[in-house]
């Protein structure tokens, strides 16, 4: 089955979840912290489901290391590979406050403890950290209104030999763009060290690189009809290329969860996951409205106010 055929013929939402304002693709525009220093270059992107996120944060291109075997890059290389950060993890909406818990990381310590306080305006989203260490400015970015779609990875395994792959991650769908995060086969065990560190340790194992390395954070854009290519990754060689088969889904009895078939160099492999949502038609508005008083007020003073306004992303 294809992708778009199990969210029209199978379409549920959860009861709870965060607010349809947060729903969608996000990049960061600035962030600010309490030293007054601020970045504006790091490519940073947030999906957000009904009750969980997908996360990708890395350098610039020509920062990022080229594809090409694990066998064929410098330490140096293999440092800032193991600076990226991609994730995916379930989230709590409490008032204002958004936390994350039961996360699947590149990273081995999470580098981002606190929870955030957001409040959504038009297309920009605030996010204060509790300890005013710093302030994030994220964007929607533009989509027509389409499918919304969570999918959490329990796990991927060959079906023959029951040989597991990847363990955690998910597939978030929202419009125009979409994430995936496929996580470790198994728990790397790096004990005190942080990756960067564990990684210089064991520089020349490639065995060990290949167990820290087997991970993936994508971001992709196009649409269920014509399938997502990748535009940032934290592997090199899947930018281009489509982010995820969409066929060979198929709702799995209790309706609960999904399994998709997929061959990969001949071999065929399920992945499973549980439902977070699946919904035909999302809108992904970029504005949040007025209240009537400040609807008189922009009217009246938009001779000034939308002067030089455009869409921002």
């Not at 508005?285 to 000034?304: I, N, V």
Request: aromatic residues 8%; glycine residues 8%.
């Amino acid at each position: 089955m294809h992708l778009h055929q199990l969210v029209e013929q199978f379409a549920q939402q959860p009861p709870q979840g965060v607010p349809n304002w947060m729903l969608g693709f996000y990049k960061r525009r600035a962030i600010s912290f309490a030293d007054g220093l601020t970045d504006v270059q790091t490519h940073v992107c947030w999906f957000q489901s009904r009750n969980f996120t997908i996360d990708l944060r890395l350098p610039l291109e020509h920062q990022q290391v080229p594809a090409k075997p694990l066998s064929g890059y410098s330490a140096q290389e293999l440092q800032v590979l193991a600076n990226y950060e991609g994730w995916e993890a379930l989230c709590s909406w409490e008032g204002e406050t958004l936390s994350w818990h039961t996360d699947t990381s590149l990273q081995v310590h999470n580098r981002w403890p606190e929870p955030g306080l957001l409040k959504r305006i038009g297309d920009c989203m605030i996010e204060f950290s509790p300890s005013d260490a710093y302030v994030e400015d994220w964007r929607l970015q533009s989509s027509a209104p389409g499918a919304l779609i969570g999918l959490r990875l329990l796990h991927e395994k060959e079906l023959g030999s029951g040989r597991v792959h990847h363990r955690g991650g998910g597939l978030i769908v929202c419009g125009d763009h979409a994430a995936l995060v496929l996580g470790r086969a198994e728990v790397l065990e790096c004990g005190p060290l942080d990756l960067r560190e564990a990684v210089a340790r064991h520089a020349d194992d490639l065995q060990w690189l290949s167990r820290a390395f087997n991970f993936e954070t994508s971001v992709a854009c196009g649409s269920l009809a014509e399938g997502f290519n990748v535009t940032l990754s934290t592997c090199a060689a899947r930018i281009g290329q489509p982010l995820i088969s969409l066929e060979g889904f198929e709702i799995h009895p209790d309706g609960q969860h999904v399994c998709q078939l997929l061959q990969v160099d001949g071999v065929v492999r399920e992945r499973l996951f549980v439902i977070d949502t699946l919904e035909p038609q999302v809108s992904y508005s970029s504005a949040t409205g007025f209240t009537d008083r400040a609807a008189q007020w922009y009217e009246r003073e938009s001779p000034t106010l939308s002067r030089y306004t455009r869409p921002l992303v």
